[in-house]
């Protein structure tokens, strides 16, 4: 979604609302399509002092399977995004700005990257979840399964050579 700041441009001062929703249901993350809700996108543009200041939240709630129990969970996930926006590049060296097109910045884009490089490296359902044995396939939160630890294979090995 492109915004128009071009009202705003030269008038410190003032500020524009905008607010959308982002679809990334076919995103994958980690492996999952966890987006399946739409996410909504709220934000402004000031001026400041001559200064345009970009702030953004996007926020959903993911449904995803944890990683290691392969139960179905729901996450609240909200996203923060700042930026500074310019017409042009030519005394600035600074990443946070992010330039304008025909006075035009594309919040959708934004937001579409904001949220991605902001998603956990896992989905779990818990911090301190215990996972699946590797042997039995049972829910190891819920209690031990019974199963014998496996050996150490090297000395397993070595048990063999003896
Ligand atoms: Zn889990
Ligand atoms: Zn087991």
């Given at each position: 979604m492109r915004f128009d700041v071009k009202p705003i441009l030269?008038?410190?001062g003032k500020s524009l609302d905008f607010q959308f929703t982002l679809d990334l249901s076919d995103t994958e993350m980690n492996g999952q399509f966890p987006a399946q809700e739409p996410i909504r996108v709220r934000g402004s543009v000031r001026n400041t002092a001559g200064l345009l200041e970009l702030s953004m939240t996007a926020s959903t709630t993911l449904d995803a399977v944890c990683d290691r129990c392969a139960k179905s969970i729901r996450l609240p996930k909200e996203v923060e995004f700042h930026c500074l926006l310019a017409e042009?590049?030519?005394n600035e060296q600074n990443d946070e700005i992010v330039l304008l097109e025909d006075g035009e910045v594309d919040v959708g884009e934004l937001a579409r990257t904001a949220f991605i490089l902001e998603m956990d490296a896992k989905f779990l359902c818990?911090?301190?979840?215990?996972?699946?044995?590797?042997?039995?396939?049972?829910?190891?939160n819920l209690g031990p399964c019974g199963c014998k630890k496996d050996a150490d294979p090297r000395l397993a090995a070595l048990a063999k050579l003896l």
């Amino acid at each position: 979604m492109r915004f128009d700041v071009k009202p705003i441009l030269n008038f410190p001062g003032k500020s524009l609302d905008f607010q959308f929703t982002l679809d990334l249901s076919d995103t994958e993350m980690n492996g999952q399509f966890p987006a399946q809700e739409p996410i909504r996108v709220r934000g402004s543009v000031r001026n400041t002092a001559g200064l345009l200041e970009l702030s953004m939240t996007a926020s959903t709630t993911l449904d995803a399977v944890c990683d290691r129990c392969a139960k179905s969970i729901r996450l609240p996930k909200e996203v923060e995004f700042h930026c500074l926006l310019a017409e042009n590049l030519e005394n600035e060296q600074n990443d946070e700005i992010v330039l304008l097109e025909d006075g035009e910045v594309d919040v959708g884009e934004l937001a579409r990257t904001a949220f991605i490089l902001e998603m956990d490296a896992k989905f779990l359902c818990s911090e301190d979840c215990k996972g699946l044995c590797p042997r039995c396939g049972a829910d190891l939160n819920l209690g031990p399964c019974g199963c014998k630890k496996d050996a150490d294979p090297r000395l397993a090995a070595l048990a063999k050579l003896l």
